[in-house]
């Protein structure tokens, strides 16, 4: 029998409805001048790369959009809170990352991919300094899971990562102006700040809502990954590791919870879509109108605690 769940699962239309809803959530942000369009831009082109992230690495056994529509209504939840563009930029440049790092699995020759993969990474530090603590996860993710790690493929991924900060420390020279640079130079795994004084109510909800449906899709992924073909395996248990790694450095780091948000909610997108499309019992129909109807009541919680920001993208004033 077909439970509600199961029909938005399974229909063509889940991701253009999901995809209006999305439009209008953003316009009426914009109207309100919570967020500018740059913003709405950048969050389409994460949410493409994210359906072919979807399509190129068959993340779901049968038909299903629902890692897109997931992304869409995780994203557009935390626009308010977590939408801001260096924030998006930096999701943007991950969900890249881990699309061409997919790609290459069990290729040791695939220097090019590596490169990119990298690069992107690098990008994203360039915005979010602490970027560079993902780097030695992905190489060890690349050995274990993608079977892809080789002397080439490093070295290739080495000048990948620093090759943003050529063209950072060629600025910096020609203006005289190492600021960009220090809070490179400066970076702690551990940031003990007070938690009260860099999380916000609407923050808090967002994080502990993602962090929620990224542990519901995790134990539902490891509950029945046998069903899956060992490549998919490989890839959703590199997304849990990340998944991991990232909610560890937030709690590490509350500080930089927003740019975490982002990221937790690329992997977070993957593992609930996976649960939304496979599984039909009662129970999880439940969950299903559970997690939709707070995920609404989220999303207009913070909408109505928005306030209106300016667009940063420069990483010394984060």
Known sequence: ???????????????????????????VMCAI???MHAELAVFAVSAYLMAELNNRNALIRTYSRMVSCSFLVLGTMAAPVAGR?????????????????????QDKRAQGKMFYAFMFIGCASVI???????????????????????GRNFWASLIGLT?????????????????????HLNLRFWEPYPYENVATTGMAVTFGFTLIVTVI??????RNSYKDKIRTRMIYEMLITLALFTTVLA???????????????VNASILLGHFLALTRTRLTNIAFIVLLTLALA???????????????????SL
């Open 217 to 222: 899709g995790t134990i539902h992924f490891l």
């Open 298 to 316: 989220a999303t207009a919680f913070n909408i109505l605690n928005c306030t209106p920001q300016t667009n940063n993208l420069s990483p010394w």
């Open 85 to 105: 563009l260096d924030v998006l930029a930096v999701q943007l440049c991950f969900i890249a990352s881990y699309l061409l790092l997919c790609s290459s699995y």
């Open 251 to 265: 709690i590490l780091q509350p500080a930089n919870g927003t740019q975490l948000t982002g990221i937790l909610i």
């Open 128 to 150: 979010y300094p602490q970027a560079l603590f993902f780097a030695p996860i992905f190489w060890v993710l690349a050995g274990t899971n993608l079977m892809a790690f080789s």
């Open 163 to 183: 090759l943003p900060y050529w063209f950072v420390c060629g600025y910096c020279v020609m203006t005289g102006d190492f600021d960009i640079i220090a809070p």
């Open 1 to 27: 029998m077909k439970r509600l769940q199961n029909k938005i699962a399974e229909s063509r239309l889940a991701l253009p409805v999901t995809a209006v809803y999305t439009l209008a959530v953003w316009l």
């Open 33 to 35: 001048n919570c967020r």
